[in-house]
């Protein structure tokens, strides 16, 4: 009796599930046709929270100067650093300024390194004689390498003055380097093409770690001691709480910044645990949201906070599955005939793998080199790969319990 109710309720989480992204696939694909309507020069800065990352960020920086405009710089916050990353953003050229953080300051994450490069900027002067409406700011993390052309695909949206930021589309630029990296890469073009897209005529954009761009003047109306929290998805707070304050968040999807895919699934669903952890104590933003946040996008922020319930959920399907045919199975053999139909295989994959024709659809307007039958295919290990976030679910449920905050970061190679 229990497996058949937690068979039947994964089942009716799983459709309920298919009905949401299914109407946000269709949202996504309409297109927005954008007019420059007020063309004034802005002045962006590049902000780089860094931890001992002289691995990568070299060649992060280098992309950064090399980008194609004049009023821009980029800010490399050297959080307690011990190896040369100071060294490194020290000999990058101008438009690199360093702002080093020591001990017992440095090193109590990354929404408190970003705190302290925007003070940082403000009372270095840096900022001197430009108006906070017209100065962006962009979150790039140490592995991040911007396309050549995002500044000029990310300024228009700020012609609106309600826009207060804008998520650009995240890729993986070692995806080449096995079946790991590459389901990272497609998940992250499967959550941008697909639900970030959809989520522009809602109202509900979320930010990003990575490639996420801010107008000061809209972080200058968030409470508290500065912008972003001490979450673990310090990302996740800051885009709801601008929604809360009345700015608009966009989506840009001709520009993309790349970053280093794990290739380790040890390290990966260490990641994505940490990721999980920061969604549950999300949960405080709950209040906030009912309060403040319109109908429309109030409804689809409050189903994103609760994806982590729903993962955990979600993962008993497969094991009351299993337990469910071992049983049928017993059951056949005592019977002396069998009474497993092929339903017992056809719902099953209908429920686990209808979606992957669409992620290999979207994926493969991505990467036209794969073309799509190997782009549904690579869907169909997609599927599979989403097991991962069982794992790391109830491991971050787990350290939540336990009142274990603390992560190392991901390492890079």
């Known amino acids: 009796m229990i497996v058949e109710v937690l068979l039947w309720s994964a089942i009716t989480l799983i459709v309920l599930a298919g009905c949401y992204n299914t109407g946000m696939f269709l949202l996504s694909r309409r297109r927005i046709r954008r007019s420059r309507t007020d063309r004034r020069e802005r002045f962006y800065v590049f902000l780089l929270a860094c931890l001992n990352e002289e691995t990568v960020l070299s060649e992060s920086l280098a992309r950064i100067t090399a980008l194609p405009a004049g009023n821009f710089m980029a800010l490399v916050i050297d959080d307690g650093s011990e190896d040369r990353t100071s060294e490194i953003a020290l000999g990058a050229g101008p438009r690199v300024r360093l702002h080093r953080r020591n001990p017992p300051n440095a090193r109590r994450g990354k929404g408190a390194a970003l705190n302290d490069g925007v003070r940082h900027l403000r009372e270095s002067g840096l900022l001197a004689g430009y108006d906070p409406d017209d100065v962006v700011l962009c979150v790039v993390d140490a592995d991040g390498r911007l396309d050549p052309h995002i500044m000029q695909s ?64 809209a972080l200058d109306t968030l409470d508290g001691d500065g912008p972003w929290s001490d979450s673990l998805t310090e990302d996740l707070d800051l885009g709801v709480r601008l929604i809360a304050k009345g700015w608009t968040n966009q989506h840009c999807v001709t520009a993309a910044v790349s970053q280093q895919a794990v290739l380790s699934l040890k390290r990966l669903i260490r990641q994505r645990s940490r990721w999980f952890q920061g969604h549950l104590q999300s949960a405080n933003l709950v209040p906030l949201i009912l309060r403040d946040v319109p109908l429309r996008p109030a409804l689809d922020l409050l189903y994103h906070l609760s994806s982590p319930v729903l993962i955990l959920l979600t993962s008993l399907l497969p094991l009351s599955f299993v337990v469910a045919l071992v049983a049928t199975v017993v059951a056949s ?81």
Request: hydrophobic content about 45%; charged content about 15%; some cysteine.
């Open 154 to 217: 990310v300024d228009p949206y700020f012609d609106d003055p309600r826009t207060g930021a804008v998520q650009v589309c995240v890729r993986m630029y070692n995806r080449r380097l096995g079946l790991l990296a590459r389901m990272q890469d497609m998940e992250f073009v499967v959550y941008g093409d697909v639900f970030q897209s959809a989520r522009r005529f809602i109202g509900s954009v979320g930010m990003g770690g990575n490639g996420q761009f801010m107008r000061l003047s």
């Open 333 to 413: 053999v005592q019977a002396g005939h069998s009474l497993v139909s092929p339903m017992w295989l056809l719902g099953p994959y209908l429920l686990s793998f209808t979606a992957a024709y669409t992620y290999g659809f979207v994926y493969a307007r991505r990467e036209r080199e794969l073309g799509l039958v190997r782009s549904v295919l690579l869907a169909h290990l997609f599927v599979f790969y989403g097991y991962i976030w069982f794992a790391a679910g109830w491991w971050g449920f787990w350290r939540m319990l336990t009142g274990k905050r603390t992560w190392l970061k991901t390492a890079r190679t």
